[in-house]
């Protein structure tokens, strides 16, 4: 019978825009915490991940698909939506809310009132192409900061510079 991890591990490496993907060994989840990079925004997406039994690093170029959701939040103290990324094609998080563009890809929610300090937090997200994969749950992704993101290059063979970017992604197994 095949093995959870091989039917995640190819249905990944068949996506279009998917360059590598690997299993994570616990040394390189290890290193992965080692290098957070906690002073700059909250990267709970990768704490998710990282908190699952199975963890693959994949490695994609410009022709794979957009996020499903915002990657990109900001956060009061008690966790209210204050600001998001805009991905092209999806709506925005709060409809009817009067909101500024910041740059290119950021809209600031300017009549949501905030509590305390803001913070920039990268949640856990979706991975639609695995969604429907028997015998997994708890299925979450991320990205890595660029600490992180360097020892995944380094680790894989990747150069530095190319134009991939890589994302994390966690799961449990239901019957291991």
């Known amino acids: 019978m095949e093995s959870i991890g091989i039917r995640v591990l190819e249905r990944i490496r068949g996506i279009v825009g998917v360059v590598r993907a690997e299993l994570l060994r616990s040394e390189d989840r290890n290193e992965i915490v080692r290098r957070a990079v906690p002073q700059a925004a ?13 963890v693959v690093c994949l490695f994609k170029d410009r022709t794979f698909r957009p996020p499903p959701e915002p990657t990109l939040l900001l956060v009061d103290e008690r966790g209210r939506v204050l600001g998001q990324e805009i991905i092209p094609g999806l709506p925005v998080a709060h409809p009817g809310t009067k909101a500024v563009r910041l740059g290119r890809n950021f809209l600031l ?4 009132v905030s509590s305390g300090q803001l913070r920039f937090v990268l949640p856990p997200v979706r991975f639609p192409e695995l969604e429907d994969v028997r015998d997994i749950d708890r299925l979450v992704s991320a990205s890595p900061d660029p600490p992180q ?16 970017a890589s994302i994390l992604v966690g799961y449990d197994e239901q019957n291991p």
């Open 149 to 164: 993101d360097d020892y995944l290059r380094a680790r894989f063979g990747i150069p530095p510079g190319t134009e991939l």
């Open 42 to 54: 909250d990267n709970r997406g990768v704490s998710e991940v990282l908190s699952r039994g199975r």
């Open 109 to 112: 929610f300017a009549d949501q």
